[in-house]
Nanobody, 115 residues
């Protein structure tokens, strides 16, 4: 059984930074693709960034140049460093593990950017 727990969300002013963390347990971590997604009120959940086992990364256009995804396989952690935050970045941010037949999601962490 996989458990993903996000942390690090909060309230920040526009232009500020936050670092989200996702702790994984219960499964082999190093070979899994990990991703950060977000969902704003009234909108669909969307990909923010993903990182593969070889640390190949993929970013949504809005995240390029501002956000950085990273992982620590020894600690079973994935991070999302978010800089130059904008009000439109306000959303619940979710961690996802691509598990093959089943994807696993965390409970989400709220990020609110005040303008």
């Amino acid at each position: 059984q996989v458990l993903l727990v996000e942390s690090g969300g909060g309230l920040v002013q526009a232009g500020g930074s936050l670092r989200l963390s996702c702790a994984a347990s219960g499964s082999v971590f190093s070979t899994k693709v990990m991703g950060w997604y977000r969902q704003a009120p009234g909108k669909q959940r969307e990909l923010v960034a993903a990182i593969a086992s070889g640390e190949i990364t993929n970013y949504a256009d809005f995240a390029k140049g501002r956000f950085t995804i990273s992982r620590d396989n020894a600690k079973k952690m994935v991070y999302l460093q978010m800089n130059s935050l904008k009000s439109e970045d306000t959303a619940v941010y979710y961690c996802k593990m691509a598990g093959g037949l089943t994807d696993y999601w965390g409970q989400g962490t709220q990020v609110t950017v005040s303008s």
